[in-house]
């Protein structure tokens, strides 16, 4: 795990752990801005196309590597975020994970605003989104675009949410739920 700011970094190649990947970082406290990675990123669970578990904020930052994961919290841009922001920032790779699946972020703690994602997104469980997985903050002045495939709980935007406000936010991409669809927007 690491801590501090990260500003004008880069990173491509391919990452791989068995624990929380990122193209960029695999656990990490703090800031990141006016970053990005084109690395395909692959691991467990809290895989990220730039961090695979965050705990700060980023902004103005993206990534665009397909990113997999065997397990869950599985996002284009973050696995897994814990409270800051994420602003001004996008992601456009392909995203693969089992349940938490989403295209910018898997499980999502952070306020989102002014970001994106296009690539599609593939889950074989629950909570799987355009934009993200499991959302429990506020998404304002933000899209996605990919198709999105999974379980239950799967949505163009946001396949679960709960508590998180969403405004001047859309999808476009094809949406398929093999059992059932459940509060996805």
Not at 45 to 58: A, H, K, Q, R, T
């Amino acid at each position: 795990s690491m801590s501090g700011t990260i500003e004008h970094s880069h990173s491509s190649g391919t990452v791989g752990s068995n624990g929380s990947s990122g193209g960029l970082v695999g656990s990490f406290q703090g800031d990141i801005r006016d970053s990005y990675s084109s690395a395909a990123v692959e691991g467990g669970s809290e895989v990220g196309g730039l961090v695979g578990y965050l705990s700060g904020s980023i902004s103005r930052s993206y990534a665009t590597g397909s990113v997999q994961g065997s397990l869950e919290h599985v996002g284009g841009l973050v696995g897994e975020t814990t409270g800051g922001s994420i602003s001004d920032s996008y992601a456009t790779g392909n995203v693969i994970g089992l349940s938490y699946a989403g295209g910018l972020v898997g499980r999502n703690r952070s306020t989102i605003s002014r970001s994106y994602a296009t690539g599609s997104v593939q889950g074989s469980g629950n909570s799987i989104g355009g934009l993200v997985g499991y959302n429990y903050r506020s998404i304002t002045q933000s899209y996605a675009s990919g198709d999105v495939r999974g379980q239950e709980r799967v949505g163009g935007l946001v396949g679960y949410n709960t508590g998180g406000s969403i405004s001047q936010s859309y999808a476009t991409g094809d949406v398929s739920g093999s059992v059932r669809e459940i509060g996805g927007l």
